[in-house]
């Protein structure tokens, strides 16, 4: 596909890392180690490692997450054990395993994962609410719900029920809920994909953010008075992330919680604009020891 | 619907009393919810619960977990070494090979 001269200005790595330093991070390569996270409602933490350094996989034990482990080194895929098939464990990023962490509580509680599929933050879920109360898990690619299908039937999960459902109609279900993740689709970062300043441009970007926000307005329908959101992207620009949470907060009545986990606080003044004080409540992570990502989380502001 | 799952379940020499009330099937899809579920399954699922197996041409084929709901029942069962285990996971004949 051709791009339009502006669109050829406003893309390409110059393009984005010049971004990058306005928001005060300059750019690095960087090497991702591949991450675990264990089910502890299968197995004791200390036996699925045990099992794992039998096998000669060397693990590190990941300091900001409680279940994560670093895949130090490996003779074979650490998805291809008997281990992994039976849900001792998954893989899964260590950035990615912050989000399920956020909410304050999920033990019986109603929660809905949004964007669900391939669903390594469903089981997270289904793992912290010990496989009780109910997840309502949403994804808008039927093809994608049958690895999502897969990973909840490895990992044993019995609380889950999937619908083949665009986030954006979800009030259409009737069900008021508790929790929210909303682990939405977006733009992704340059660590996990090493085609992506070639093929990404702002135009993505913004076209990400305007569904993004689509799907904050409806989902917030669905949220009880006293529920949490928990708002997470993978990728690395302000329009899929603080800026989305600004317009969030201005224009859904939705306040941004204090959170405490890897990052660093999110700027509250982006490429010269002044974004709401608690905009840095969010956290903004840059790739380095895990790809970029982003996480906060919300609650309506009742005394709007 | 129960038949077919009964008929396989029963090959173990137990019985598995699954809740016929909890039981929903989605095409050729067998899946067991629990009483607070059921209260929000509505009938366009993908999925729900535990999935129990399928049937094809006729033919039962049992989910992980099913096998391990009846293993969990004494049922007559073979232990094979950690070859065996991964053959078996491969979805290949432990016995022939
Ligand atoms: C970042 S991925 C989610 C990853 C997932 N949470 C996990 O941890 O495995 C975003 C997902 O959103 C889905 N998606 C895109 N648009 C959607 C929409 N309008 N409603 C629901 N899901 C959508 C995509 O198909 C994709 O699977």
């Known amino acids: 596909m051709k791009c339009s001269p502006i669109q050829f200005l406003m893309s390409g790595k110059e393009f984005f890392i010049n971004r990058y330093a306005a928001l005060g991070w300059k750019y690095e390569n960087v090497e991702l180690k591949p991450a675990i996270r264990i089910n502890s409602m299968n197995v004791k933490e200390e036996e699925v490692v045990k099992r794992l350094q039998s096998l000669g996989v060397e693990l590190e034990k990941i300091s900001f997450l409680e279940k994560g482990y670093w895949v130090l080194r490996s003779e074979f895929s650490v998805g291809a054990t008997t281990e992994y098939l039976i849900g001792y464990y998954s893989t899964q990023e260590a950035a990615s395993q912050i989000p399920a962490t956020l909410f304050a509580d999920l033990k019986g509680k109603i929660v809905l994962d949004a964007c669900a599929a391939p669903g390594g933050k469903t089981v997270q879920l289904a793992d912290l609410m010990e496989n009780a109360g109910v997840i309502i898990a949403l994804d808008v690619k039927l093809r994608r719900l049958t690895a999502l299908s897969n990973q909840l039937e490895r990992c044993h999960i019995k609380n889950a029920i999937v619908y083949n459902l665009d986030a954006r109609q979800v009030s259409k279900l009737k069900i008021k809920f508790d929790c929210i993740l909303l682990d939405v689709p977006c733009s992704g970062n340059f660590a996990t994909d090493k085609n992506w300043f070639k093929q990404r441009t702002i135009k993505d970007v913004e076209k990400n953010a305007k569904l993004q926000k689509e799907i904050l307005a409806e989902t917030i329908k669905v949220l009880k008075d006293d529920g949490e959101i928990v708002y997470s992207t993978c990728s690395l620009e302000p329009e899929e992330n603080e800026l989305n949470i600004d317009w969030a907060i201005k224009s859904l009545g939705l306040r941004v919680e204090r959170i405490n986990c890897y990052g660093e606080p999110s700027p509250t003044k982006i490429f010269g604009k002044k974004l709401d004080n608690q905009i840095k409540n969010c956290r903004r992570i840059w790739p380095g020891k895990t790809q970029g990502f982003f996480v906060c989380k919300l609650k309506k502001d009742v005394s709007v | ?97």
């Open chain 2, 1 to 97: 619907m129960m038949k077919v799952l009964e008929e396989f379940v029963s090959r173990f020499g137990v019985s598995l009393t699954l809740d016929k009330n909890l039981m929903v099937k989605k095409g050729n899809r067998y899946f067991l919810l629990n009483g607070k579920l059921k209260r929000f399954v509505g009938k366009d699922f993908f999925y729900a619960g535990i999935y129990l197996g399928k049937v094809k041409k006729g033919t039962f084929f049992p989910s992980f977990n099913l096998l391990w709901m009846i293993a969990e029942k004494n049922a007559n069962k073979i232990f094979v070494d950690t070859r065996s285990e991964w053959l078996f996971i491969c979805g290949r004949d432990v016995f022939k090979q």
